[in-house]
Protein backbone atom coordinates (compact mmCIF):
# COMPACT_ATOMS: atom_id res chain seq x y z
CA UNK A 1 0.00 0.00 0.00
CA UNK A 2 1.28 3.57 -0.78
CA UNK A 3 1.84 6.14 1.58
CA UNK A 4 0.73 9.53 0.61
CA UNK A 5 4.13 11.88 -0.16
CA UNK A 6 4.99 14.18 2.42
CA UNK A 7 3.64 17.54 2.86
CA UNK A 8 7.22 19.99 2.63
CA UNK A 9 7.28 22.84 4.44
CA UNK A 10 8.41 26.02 2.72
CA UNK A 11 10.64 28.70 4.42
CA UNK A 12 9.91 32.27 4.63
CA UNK A 13 12.47 34.43 3.59
CA UNK A 14 12.36 37.90 5.01
CA UNK A 15 10.85 40.40 3.03
CA UNK A 16 12.92 43.29 1.71
CA UNK A 17 12.19 47.04 2.59
CA UNK A 18 10.02 49.30 0.62
CA UNK A 19 12.42 49.38 -3.24
CA UNK A 20 13.80 46.21 -1.95
CA UNK A 21 15.73 47.60 0.55
CA UNK A 22 16.83 45.65 4.20
CA UNK A 23 15.14 46.88 6.97
CA UNK A 24 17.75 49.33 8.92
CA UNK A 25 19.71 48.14 11.92
CA UNK A 26 18.08 49.39 14.97
CA UNK A 27 21.58 51.68 16.48
CA UNK A 28 21.98 51.24 20.59
CA UNK A 29 22.95 53.70 23.22
CA UNK A 30 26.26 51.78 23.34
CA UNK A 31 27.24 52.27 19.92
CA UNK A 32 25.46 56.28 19.79
CA UNK A 33 28.09 57.06 22.48
CA UNK A 34 30.85 55.41 20.37
CA UNK A 35 30.39 57.65 18.17
CA UNK A 36 29.95 60.81 19.80
CA UNK A 37 33.46 60.40 21.56
CA UNK A 38 35.58 62.67 19.32
CA UNK A 39 38.53 60.27 18.64
CA UNK A 40 38.76 57.34 15.92
CA UNK A 41 37.50 53.70 16.72
CA UNK A 42 41.46 52.60 16.46
CA UNK A 43 42.52 55.27 18.65
CA UNK A 44 39.43 54.22 21.18
CA UNK A 45 40.61 50.85 21.19
CA UNK A 46 44.42 51.33 21.64
CA UNK A 47 43.40 53.91 24.26
CA UNK A 48 40.92 50.87 25.87
CA UNK A 49 43.45 48.53 25.33
CA UNK A 50 46.61 50.14 27.00
CA UNK A 51 43.40 50.81 29.93
CA UNK A 52 43.28 47.20 30.01
CA UNK A 53 46.55 46.28 30.32
CA UNK A 54 48.18 48.83 32.75
CA UNK A 55 44.94 47.44 35.14
CA UNK A 56 45.50 44.13 35.05
CA UNK A 57 49.37 44.74 35.76
CA UNK A 58 48.07 46.54 38.53
CA UNK A 59 46.08 43.77 40.06
CA UNK A 60 48.91 40.96 38.72
CA UNK A 61 51.20 43.59 40.63
CA UNK A 62 48.98 43.73 43.96
CA UNK A 63 48.22 40.17 44.25
CA UNK A 64 52.17 39.51 44.08
CA UNK A 65 52.32 42.06 46.94
CA UNK A 66 49.41 40.24 49.04
CA UNK A 67 50.63 36.89 48.44
CA UNK A 68 54.64 37.71 49.27
CA UNK A 69 56.05 37.14 46.50
CA UNK A 70 59.28 39.19 46.41
CA UNK A 71 59.72 42.89 45.20
CA UNK A 72 62.00 41.98 41.81
CA UNK A 73 59.18 40.12 40.35
CA UNK A 74 56.67 42.95 40.43
CA UNK A 75 59.67 45.09 39.59
CA UNK A 76 60.41 42.58 36.44
CA UNK A 77 56.33 42.70 35.54
CA UNK A 78 56.82 46.67 35.61
CA UNK A 79 59.81 46.63 33.38
CA UNK A 80 58.17 44.48 30.84
CA UNK A 81 55.27 46.90 30.62
CA UNK A 82 57.86 49.45 29.65
CA UNK A 83 59.98 47.46 27.25
CA UNK A 84 56.63 46.98 25.46
CA UNK A 85 56.04 50.83 25.12
CA UNK A 86 54.16 51.74 28.76
CA UNK A 87 56.79 54.34 29.48
CA UNK A 88 57.59 57.99 30.05
CA UNK A 89 58.29 59.42 26.47
CA UNK A 90 57.04 62.71 26.88
CA UNK A 91 56.06 65.36 29.99
CA UNK A 92 53.37 67.80 29.74
CA UNK A 93 54.07 70.36 32.10
CA UNK A 94 51.88 73.20 32.77
CA UNK A 95 51.22 76.51 35.29
CA UNK A 96 54.64 77.56 35.84
CA UNK A 97 55.73 80.76 34.60
CA UNK A 98 58.14 81.40 36.96
CA UNK A 99 59.36 77.63 37.58
CA UNK A 100 62.36 76.47 35.44
CA UNK A 101 60.97 73.53 32.67
CA UNK A 102 64.19 71.70 32.62
CA UNK A 103 64.33 71.17 36.26
CA UNK A 104 60.45 70.14 36.28
CA UNK A 105 61.89 67.76 33.64
CA UNK A 106 65.05 67.00 36.05
CA UNK A 107 62.76 66.19 39.02
CA UNK A 108 60.32 64.04 37.08
CA UNK A 109 62.81 61.85 35.54
CA UNK A 110 64.96 61.20 38.73
CA UNK A 111 63.52 57.55 39.00
CA UNK A 112 65.05 54.12 39.14
CA UNK A 113 62.61 53.23 35.69
CA UNK A 114 60.66 55.34 33.22
CA UNK A 115 58.37 52.50 33.01
CA UNK A 116 54.55 54.02 33.42
CA UNK A 117 53.88 51.31 36.81
CA UNK A 118 57.27 52.28 38.13
CA UNK A 119 56.78 55.94 38.41
CA UNK A 120 56.51 57.14 41.70
CA UNK A 121 53.88 60.06 41.56
CA UNK A 122 54.05 61.11 44.91
CA UNK A 123 57.53 61.37 44.89
CA UNK A 124 57.88 63.52 42.16
CA UNK A 125 55.32 65.90 43.65
CA UNK A 126 57.07 65.92 47.22
CA UNK A 127 60.59 67.15 45.26
CA UNK A 128 58.98 69.84 43.44
CA UNK A 129 57.40 71.35 46.43
CA UNK A 130 60.96 71.55 48.16
CA UNK A 131 61.55 74.54 45.34
CA UNK A 132 60.58 77.93 46.88
CA UNK A 133 58.38 78.69 43.68
CA UNK A 134 56.07 75.99 43.81
CA UNK A 135 53.10 76.30 46.11
CA UNK A 136 51.63 72.76 45.02
CA UNK A 137 51.34 70.40 42.08
CA UNK A 138 49.72 67.51 40.66
CA UNK A 139 51.44 64.53 38.95
CA UNK A 140 49.64 61.96 36.98
CA UNK A 141 50.00 59.58 34.07
CA UNK A 142 48.05 59.35 30.80
CA UNK A 143 48.65 56.54 29.23
CA UNK A 144 50.43 55.43 27.44
CA UNK A 145 53.62 57.48 27.22
CA UNK A 146 52.69 60.69 28.98
CA UNK A 147 53.24 62.14 32.70
CA UNK A 148 51.42 65.69 33.22
CA UNK A 149 52.26 67.92 35.73
CA UNK A 150 50.32 70.48 36.73
CA UNK A 151 52.32 73.25 38.89
CA UNK A 152 50.57 75.87 40.82
CA UNK A 153 53.34 79.08 41.96
CA UNK A 154 53.50 81.11 44.85
CA UNK A 155 53.00 85.02 43.78
CA UNK A 156 55.44 87.53 44.89
CA UNK A 157 53.43 89.93 46.63
CA UNK A 158 56.40 91.88 49.10
CA UNK A 159 60.49 92.60 48.96
CA UNK A 160 62.15 91.86 52.24
CA UNK A 161 65.33 93.45 53.00
CA UNK A 162 67.18 91.88 55.93
CA UNK A 163 71.30 92.20 56.21
CA UNK A 164 71.49 94.07 53.08
CA UNK A 165 70.14 91.23 50.92
CA UNK A 166 66.69 92.04 48.66
CA UNK A 167 64.67 88.58 48.72
CA UNK A 168 61.00 88.09 47.11
CA UNK A 169 58.48 86.86 48.92
CA UNK A 170 54.84 85.53 48.85
CA UNK A 171 52.01 86.15 51.03
CA UNK A 172 53.19 83.78 54.19
CA UNK A 173 56.31 85.28 54.14
CA UNK A 174 58.22 82.36 52.18
CA UNK A 175 61.64 83.53 50.48
CA UNK A 176 60.99 83.06 47.15
CA UNK A 177 64.35 84.41 44.93
CA UNK A 178 66.88 87.27 45.47
CA UNK A 179 66.21 90.67 43.51
CA UNK A 180 68.42 92.92 42.45
CA UNK A 181 68.37 97.12 43.51
CA UNK A 182 68.50 97.63 40.05
CA UNK A 183 65.28 95.75 39.36
CA UNK A 184 63.11 96.15 41.89
CA UNK A 185 59.66 95.12 40.98
CA UNK A 186 56.94 97.68 42.42
CA UNK A 187 56.12 95.61 45.53
CA UNK A 188 55.70 96.83 49.63
CA UNK A 189 59.16 96.89 50.97
CA UNK A 190 59.57 95.12 54.61
CA UNK A 191 62.97 95.59 56.63
CA UNK A 192 64.47 93.71 59.36
CA UNK A 193 64.66 90.11 61.43
CA UNK A 194 61.40 88.17 60.97
CA UNK A 195 59.80 91.05 59.08
CA UNK A 196 58.58 88.26 56.25
CA UNK A 197 57.06 86.35 58.78
CA UNK A 198 55.10 89.46 59.64
CA UNK A 199 54.17 90.26 56.11
CA UNK A 200 50.73 88.79 56.67
CA UNK A 201 50.32 91.17 59.94
CA UNK A 202 51.77 94.05 57.96
CA UNK A 203 49.10 93.91 55.20
CA UNK A 204 46.15 93.43 57.57
CA UNK A 205 47.79 96.76 59.24
CA UNK A 206 47.71 98.52 55.98
CA UNK A 207 43.87 98.01 55.36
CA UNK A 208 43.65 100.23 58.70
CA UNK A 209 44.41 103.14 56.01
CA UNK A 210 44.61 101.32 52.46
CA UNK A 211 44.63 105.02 51.23
CA UNK A 212 48.51 104.92 52.48
CA UNK A 213 49.83 102.25 50.52
CA UNK A 214 50.91 103.89 47.77
CA UNK A 215 52.49 106.47 49.73
CA UNK A 216 54.18 103.89 52.08
CA UNK A 217 57.86 103.60 51.19
CA UNK A 218 58.75 100.83 53.46
CA UNK A 219 57.77 99.28 56.94
CA UNK A 220 60.40 98.37 59.23
CA UNK A 221 60.22 95.36 61.85
CA UNK A 222 61.86 96.81 65.18
CA UNK A 223 63.35 94.70 67.87
CA UNK A 224 60.68 91.85 67.20
CA UNK A 225 57.65 94.01 68.55
CA UNK A 226 56.43 96.56 66.63
CA UNK A 227 56.27 98.67 63.31
CA UNK A 228 58.00 101.87 61.94
CA UNK A 229 56.45 103.13 58.42
CA UNK A 230 58.69 105.25 56.03
CA UNK A 231 56.93 107.36 53.78
CA UNK A 232 58.36 108.35 50.31
CA UNK A 233 57.85 111.86 51.29
CA UNK A 234 60.54 110.72 53.79
CA UNK A 235 58.47 110.98 57.20
CA UNK A 236 59.30 108.23 59.40
CA UNK A 237 56.17 107.09 61.33
CA UNK A 238 56.52 105.45 64.77
CA UNK A 239 53.62 103.01 65.89
CA UNK A 240 53.12 101.43 68.95
CA UNK A 241 53.28 97.29 70.03
CA UNK A 242 50.35 94.84 69.41
CA UNK A 243 47.94 94.19 65.86
CA UNK A 244 44.90 96.31 67.38
CA UNK A 245 47.17 99.27 68.76
CA UNK A 246 48.80 99.26 65.61
CA UNK A 247 46.30 99.61 63.42
CA UNK A 248 44.10 102.05 65.49
CA UNK A 249 47.20 104.66 65.88
CA UNK A 250 47.59 103.91 61.91
CA UNK A 251 43.94 104.78 61.29
CA UNK A 252 44.20 108.22 63.83
CA UNK A 253 47.32 109.34 61.59
CA UNK A 254 45.03 109.29 58.59
CA UNK A 255 42.14 111.16 59.90
CA UNK A 256 45.08 113.83 61.10
CA UNK A 257 46.99 113.99 58.30
CA UNK A 258 43.53 114.24 56.12
CA UNK A 259 42.69 117.43 58.58
CA UNK A 260 45.93 119.04 58.94
CA UNK A 261 47.95 117.54 55.92
CA UNK A 262 51.18 116.12 58.09
CA UNK A 263 52.92 114.42 55.29
CA UNK A 264 54.88 116.53 52.88
CA UNK A 265 55.27 120.04 55.13
CA UNK A 266 58.83 119.28 55.96
CA UNK A 267 58.69 116.79 59.52
CA UNK A 268 60.89 114.42 60.12
CA UNK A 269 59.46 112.10 62.29
CA UNK A 270 55.52 111.04 63.98
CA UNK A 271 55.35 109.33 66.93
CA UNK A 272 52.47 107.25 68.80
CA UNK A 273 53.61 104.84 70.90
CA UNK A 274 51.90 106.79 73.44
CA UNK A 275 48.02 106.39 72.96
CA UNK A 276 47.27 110.05 74.42
CA UNK A 277 49.39 111.89 72.28
CA UNK A 278 51.73 111.97 69.42
CA UNK A 279 55.20 113.23 69.00
CA UNK A 280 56.26 115.60 65.95
CA UNK A 281 60.45 115.65 65.45
CA UNK A 282 61.34 118.56 63.21
CA UNK A 283 64.82 119.75 61.58
CA UNK A 284 67.25 120.70 64.00
CA UNK A 285 66.29 118.49 66.34
CA UNK A 286 63.10 120.26 67.93
CA UNK A 287 60.19 117.71 69.16
CA UNK A 288 56.95 118.98 69.46
CA UNK A 289 53.95 117.05 70.98
CA UNK A 290 50.28 116.87 70.12
CA UNK A 291 47.12 115.66 72.38
CA UNK A 292 45.33 113.22 70.35
CA UNK A 293 42.79 112.56 73.10
CA UNK A 294 39.14 113.20 72.61
CA UNK A 295 37.08 113.92 69.42
CA UNK A 296 38.68 116.22 67.14
CA UNK A 297 41.84 116.14 68.34
Do not use: C
Not at 99 to 126: C, F, H, K
Amino acid sequence: MSRPPAKRTLKRRPQAGRGGRKPAKKVGLLDKAVAAIPVSEQTLRKATGWSMFAGALAVLIAMAAWLGIPGTIGIALAETVGRAGLKVDRIEVTGNSRMDRMTIYAVALDQRSRAMPLIDLEGVRNRLLDYPWIADARVSRRLPDMLVIDIVEREPVAIWQNHGQLMLIDVTGKPLEPVSPDAMPPLPLVIGDGANEREPQYQTLMNAAPQFKRLVKAATWVGDRRWDILFASGEKLSLPEGEDAAAKALEKFAQLDARDRLLGRGYLSFDLRDPTRMVLRLPGGATNAKAITGEGA
